[in-house]
């Protein structure tokens, strides 16, 4: 899970906080859906953890300007999904599968949905309180997510919908419904918070990782 980064570096030889703040909070919405969301669905925990390209400053360090050259400037969860690169189209198997198996898979399919458009959400709400608008879904569309880094969380969640549900005309009604989900969760001030001191911590820390325990700890704390 990352964001996307829709820069010509060869135009732009600095990178100011405000971006740097947008992947901190993309990656930070990513990271406490997979343990927030997830456990508040009773759903099993899953391994993650948050990569930095990180050597000797943090990523909001004293400057007002970051040298792109320095790398200090990307944080992309690694893994975090319930299902994992699937080795078979479920479509297609599921005859194989008993009612309770495929109720399973389902909550699955929609938790990590779920978790993917948690990201862009959370670097909009960022954006819009930063601006002094208000977050509201009435505002958002599943297509202005690529505004806010989601382009490879959308191309990943059209995979998942291509491989869950054969009939192409349900895709938009269960991706509005989980978008709709997702919004939830980011706008519940509990979640949110735990979303603002994951992307803090991010931006200060000075490591190549963020191990999954340091997350949950934060995230929980």
Same mark, same amino acid.
């Given at each position: 899970?990352?964001?996307?980064?829709?820069?010509?570096?060869?135009?732009?030889?600095?990178? =100011?906080?405000?971006? #740097?703040?947008?992947?901190?909070?993309?990656? @930070?919405?990513?990271?406490?859906?997979?343990?927030?969301?997830?456990?508040?669905?009773? #759903?099993?925990?899953?391994?993650?953890?948050?990569?930095?390209?990180?050597?000797?400053?943090?990523?909001?360090?004293?400057?007002?300007?970051? =040298?792109?050259?320095?790398?200090? &400037?990307?944080?992309?969860?690694?893994? %975090?999904?319930?299902?994992? !690169?699937?080795? *078979? !189209?479920?479509?297609?198997?599921?005859?194989?599968?008993?009612?309770?198996?495929? =109720?399973?898979?389902?909550?699955? *399919?929609?938790?990590?949905?779920?978790?993917? /458009? @948690?990201?862009? #959400?959370?670097?909009?709400? &960022?954006?819009?309180?930063?601006?002094?608008?208000? *977050?509201? /879904?009435?505002?958002?569309?599943?297509?202005?997510?690529?505004?806010?880094? %989601?382009?490879?969380?959308?191309?990943?969640?059209?995979?998942?919908?291509?491989?869950?549900?054969?009939?192409?005309?349900?895709?938009?009604?269960?991706?509005?419904?989980? #978008?709709?989900?997702?919004?939830?969760?980011? !706008?519940?001030?509990?979640?949110?918070?735990?979303?603002?001191? /994951?992307?803090?911590?991010? %931006?200060?820390?000075?490591? !190549?990782?963020?191990?999954?325990?340091?997350?949950?700890?934060?995230?929980?704390?």
């Amino acid at each position: 899970m990352k964001r996307n980064h829709p820069i010509n570096y060869h135009t732009h030889s600095l990178f =100011d906080k405000d971006l #740097l703040l947008k992947t901190a909070f993309h990656e @930070a919405g990513h990271a406490a859906a997979i343990h927030l969301n997830n456990q508040q669905k009773n #759903l099993p925990p899953v391994y993650f953890q948050i990569n930095l390209r990180s050597n000797s400053s943090s990523i909001l360090s004293n400057s007002n300007q970051i =040298d792109p050259r320095d790398k200090h &400037y990307i944080a992309q969860v690694i893994e %975090g999904r319930l299902i994992q !690169n699937l080795p *078979f !189209n479920i479509i297609e198997s599921s005859m194989f599968y008993s009612n309770s198996e495929k =109720d399973s898979i389902k909550s699955a *399919f929609e938790a990590d949905i779920v978790n993917l /458009l @948690a990201g862009p #959400l959370a670097e909009a709400k &960022y954006l819009a309180l930063k601006s002094g608008q208000r *977050f509201d /879904l009435q505002n958002i569309e599943i297509n202005t997510l690529h505004q806010y880094g %989601g382009s490879s969380d959308l191309e990943n969640i059209q995979e998942y919908l291509d491989d869950f549900i054969a009939d192409k005309s349900r895709h938009s009604e269960n991706i509005t419904r989980l #978008l709709r989900e997702a919004f939830e969760f980011i !706008n519940t001030a509990i979640y949110w918070q735990a979303i603002e001191r /994951l992307a803090y911590f991010i %931006g200060n820390s000075t490591e !190549n990782e963020i191990s999954c325990e340091t997350v949950i700890d934060i995230l929980d704390g």
